[in-house]
């Protein structure tokens, strides 16, 4: 017996008009139901170019609260094309509080559940503690009427930690809406290394824990608004890959695609078999995990 989750991925470039990039992203999702996708994943922080770039006050007024308008407008989306929908939004808490969180929608436009970001990176054009607070929901399999969605956020992508758990807590699809590209001061030798880290990483979640893992990243280039760099162009590369870490798809890295792929959940299974790491995991070892470093 399989279990096919026929799943779509969508890789856009946007702009920075908001209006603009929701009817992309509807029209994208509406490609992907119309193929017989029944769970479509969206990239980070899909509604709106990436903010990140600089330490703006005013780009706070961007977050929504949850539930909300973005909400609203995914949850019909999904309900219309009865999909299981994986959205990424800028989360406004409370005055001052605010998250990078995940929502995900069930077919009947229902929220299943959410994720905010737990790992929040501060690096050059990637200001992100500038904006979010790390998460406090844990790593939290989401239930969908397909299965458990062990949804994660971008800089997640790079913590076997984050993977793990939510392996160990249920997830059968290891799930990363992502914005990471290359600055253009990178040489071409530097550039090649960074995508090839980012793939084998999540190839390596894959298969450490027996799990599919689907990557979904932006593409094109956006520029820096306080212009002190020369702007991000995201690498795109979005990928689907099976429990062994064998690349099932993989998109371009300069171009918008939407793709729908089949991932089998049942072969998790086959493969848990012969490589039971779960098994022979020594739990008992393990308790120094938890230092910082261990001088």
């Known amino acids: 017996m ?3 989750i026929k799943t779509g991925i969508i890789q856009q470039a946007n702009t920075a008009d908001l209006k603009t990039n929701l009817m992309n992203l509807a029209a994208n999702i509406a490609d992907c139901a ?5 769970l479509v994943v969206l990239q980070e922080l899909h509604n709106t170019l990436y903010f990140c770039q600089t330490e703006d006050t005013a780009k706070f007024d961007l977050a929504e609260p ?4 973005s909400t609203g407008f995914y949850s019909e989306i999904a309900r219309e094309h009865h999909i299981v929908l994986v959205t990424s939004l800028f989360e406004k808490r409370a005055p001052g509080l605010y ?9 009947d436009g229902s929220i299943a559940g959410k994720y905010r970001k737990m790992h929040i990176p501060d690096d050059p054009a990637y200001y992100e503690k500038f904006y979010f607070t790390p998460g406090d929901l844990g790593f939290e399999p989401i239930q969908t009427s397909l299965g458990k969605l062990g949804v994660l956020i971008c800089w997640d992508q790079w913590y076997p930690e984050a993977a793990r758990l939510m392996a160990l ?15 253009s001061s990178d040489t071409p030798e530097e550039k090649e290394r960074q995508l090839g880290a980012w793939i084998i990483s999540q190839r390596g979640h894959a298969v450490a824990n027996g799990l599919p893992v689907v990557a979904v990243n932006r593409v094109g280039h956006e ?6 760099t020369h702007g991000i162009q995201f690498w795109g590369n979005s990928f689907v890959a099976g429990p062994q870490g064998e690349l099932i798809v993989t998109a371009s890295n300069d171009s918008p695609e939407n793709i729908v792929i089949d ?11 012969w490589w039971p790491f779960l098994r022979d995991r020594r739990i008992d070892e393990y308790t120094s ?7």
């Open 2 to 4: 399989s279990r096919i």
């Open 34 to 38: 119309s193929k017989g996708a029944e």
């Open 66 to 69: 949850i539930p909300g308008p």
């Open 99 to 107: 998250h990078n969180t995940a929502v995900v929608f069930d077919k």
């Open 169 to 183: 807590k249920g997830a059968e699809i290891l799930i990363y809406p992502t914005a990471i590209g290359w600055e």
């Open 223 to 228: 520029p820096d608004p306080s212009g002190q």
């Open 263 to 273: 991932i089998d959940l049942e072969r998790s299974e086959n493969v848990r078999r």
């Open 289 to 295: 995990i938890n230092k910082r470093f261990i001088d």
